[in-house]
């Protein structure tokens, strides 16, 4: 379930919910009745779910039932056997198997169990989503490089202080492609530096970059090391700052991701293939600075997020480059958080994929990794 639309199931989910433990009021039918003029899918079906009493089996059950299925599926005889057994979902072992990981955190996100899927061309969050209005730099880039040429170029009187926000969302185009797996995501990610204090300049902005994207996403059940395996994943994705030369920055690449998670635990691995662009290459080697991966680790405590990413060129010597990140968000009030960013490395935008330094930002955000 998308986390943007927890409060909304809350609010909806309580004229039922006060109603159906009403004292002496063993009929659920008044709440149901007051679920019937929400709008929303999602949100109805929760109402009625609130009105029922009805628990979800949690990820653990649900990767349990979804065991016994398989151990099930092996023993049975492939044909003239209609044995079948109980599960959290129904008598189908199918289902079962097809139900692994439901709840969990990229669950929660990809819509990845079958009970889970919630049809396509719906809006769901993606990546982040945050206003920081203080961005701070230990090193700005005054010396960007050019696109044509690779000389240095002025870029005088850029402020150690400036804005950064992000937007950021996907929706699902297709769903079960491969029997009941196999859905097609596009994403859009959308992040700003500006320089909001330099009103002597009339406040520019100093670089946006733009990436869209689209996925291939898969459902996995396997486990290692105590994790879960739950998704993979292969797709197309650009990247740019929508510029022109001297400052255009560029890149095409073939995105492969493996998800893991467990309980609160959840982490995402992107190696990536760039595709060449061949002799017209606006940033050459910017492979060597932005990475050929990165792994983003995701921690959830209560309604506090913790995020690090971490990726490199994966070359040693004068080749050998990367970056960390680090998030953090934290309630302020039943929609709102308040964000923490720290960057140290290469590339916290396309325009100084070779500009090496260390950023700190303080915000707030309506939409974390969970």
């Excluded at 709440?31 to 899918?41: M, N, W």
């Excluded at 999602?42 to 990820?59: F, K, Q, T």
């Excluded at 990981?101 to 061309?121: H, V």
């Excluded at 879960?228 to 890149?251: C, E, F, T």
Aim: hydrophobic share 35%; glycine share 8%.
């Amino acid at each position: 379930m998308d986390p943007r639309a927890a409060p909304l199931l809350l609010l909806a989910a309580l004229p039922a919910a006060t109603l159906a433990q009403s004292p002496g009021t063993g009929d659920p039918a008044p709440a149901l009745e007051a679920c019937l003029p929400i709008e929303t899918a999602a949100e109805r079906l929760a109402c009625y779910d609130s009105a029922m009493r009805r628990v979800a089996p949690s990820p653990r059950e649900a990767d349990e039932a979804a065991a016994r299925a398989a151990a099930l599926d092996q023993a049975r005889p492939r044909a003239g056997d209609t044995s079948s057994e109980v599960f959290p979902y129904d008598d189908d072992p199918r289902r079962a198997l097809a139900n692994a990981g439901r709840g969990s955190l990229l669950d929660s996100r990809w819509e990845l169990a079958r009970d889970s899927k919630l049809g396509t061309f719906n809006m769901r969050g993606y990546k982040p989503v945050y206003l920081l209005p203080a961005f701070w730099s230990s090193r700005p880039n005054r010396a960007p490089t050019s696109s044509v040429d690779g000389t240095p170029l002025q870029a005088e009187g850029i402020d150690d202080i400036e804005a950064k926000f992000q937007i950021s969302f996907k929706t699902k185009a297709a769903e079960n492609l491969f029997g009941d797996n196999g859905d097609i995501w596009l994403g859009y990610t959308q992040s700003s530096r500006w320089q909001v204090y330099d009103t002597d300049n009339s406040s520019p902005f100093r670089e946006t970059n733009y990436e869209p994207e689209v996925l291939l996403v898969f459902r996995n059940n396997y486990s290692l090391g105590g994790w879960k395996g739950r998704m993979a994943a292969i797709g197309i994705n650009h990247q740019s700052n929508g510029r022109g030369d001297p400052l255009s920055r560029s890149w095409n690449r073939i995105m492969f991701n493996i998800g893991l998670d467990r309980e609160d635990w959840a982490v995402t691995f992107r190696p990536w293939i760039r595709i060449s662009d061949g002799d017209d290459d606006d940033n050459p080697g910017i492979e060597d600075y932005m990475g050929r991966g990165d792994v983003t680790v995701v921690h959830t405590r209560g309604r506090q997020t913790f995020a690090l990413m971490a990726r490199h060129s994966l070359r040693g010597g004068d080749r050998s480059h990367g970056a960390l990140q680090f998030d953090w968000g934290f309630p302020l009030t039943s929609h709102l958080h308040g964000h923490f960013q720290a960057f140290s490395g290469y590339g916290e935008t396309m325009l100084d994929y070779d500009h090496r330094a260390t950023y700190v930002g303080f915000g707030i955000s309506v939409l974390d990794w969970f």
